[in-house]
């Protein structure tokens, strides 16, 4: 299990005046072990721009991961490619972009460890969408799990991770405009719910209201260290 874990949120629907943003998702996980890209925005111009600002090496990251083939979430790495020619990526369903920029997609349907103490959830669908997401074992306290827009269900995902890894402590990402039962769902199994990206301010609300204690907000730029001091 890894020791600690430092989510830096390149790109978020909602803005921070020192960074560019669109709408998008890309996040920067860093652990004891490893260093992972989940996710790479839109617009390549708007990576680079952050990536630079936030002092991001990416020489340091050991592999991507792409949780869906929406452009929203693969257009960015066009620019990762011009840095990282042959950086595996990690994806859900047969490639037909990332391998024409110069990247290596691995397809991973079912779930599996794709770098220590990460386990994919296994191919989900949802709205006409093939999507996994990334569940880490952080020790002692359960599994951090990220997510990109949770297409087949944020609810769903949640209890899959749980199913795979036991006690979820944090979840992040796009839970793609969920209703309030599947919030309470989300809430009832995380000790963290962190809503982003497609989650909307409503629901960014309900969970800032009825679980305070385990909201926390997140925008362009965000940083979360892991655990929680």
Excluded at 18 to 37: F, P
Excluded at 123 to 152: D, N
Excluded at 179 to 207: I, N, T
Aim: a negative charge; hydrophobic letters at 40%.
């Amino acid at each position: 299990m890894v020791k600690w874990i430092k989510l830096t949120v390149i790109n978020d629907n909602k803005p921070n005046s020192s960074l560019l943003n669109d709408w998008g998702w890309s996040i920067l996980i860093e652990t004891d072990k490893w260093v992972l890209l989940y996710d790479a925005d839109t617009e390549p111009r708007i990576m680079e721009n952050n990536i630079k600002a936030l002092g991001i090496d990416l020489n340091r990251i050991d592999a991507a991961f792409l949780s869906h083939y929406h452009a929203d979430h693969y257009g960015g790495f066009k620019y990762i490619s011009e840095i990282r020619r042959g950086l595996i990526v990690y994806v859900p369903d047969v490639d037909d972009v990332l391998r024409r920029w110069g990247l290596n997609p691995v397809t991973v349907r079912d779930s599996k460890e794709v770098l220590e103490d990460a386990v994919t959830t296994g191919v989900m669908s949802g709205m006409g969408v093939y999507e996994h997401s990334l569940i880490i074992k952080l020790s002692g306290y359960g599994s951090v799990v990220v997510v990109g827009c949770s297409h087949p269900g944020i609810d769903n995902i949640v209890k899959r991770s749980h199913e795979l890894l036991g006690d979820v402590y944090l979840i992040i990402g796009g839970f793609h405009g969920p209703s309030r039962q599947q919030l309470d769902v989300v809430a009832k199994y995380s000790r963290y719910v962190c809503p982003a990206h497609c989650s909307g301010d409503e629901a960014r609300h309900y969970v800032s209201v009825a679980y305070r204690d385990k909201y926390c907000d997140v925008k362009t730029g965000t940083v979360i260290i892991l655990p929680m001091s």
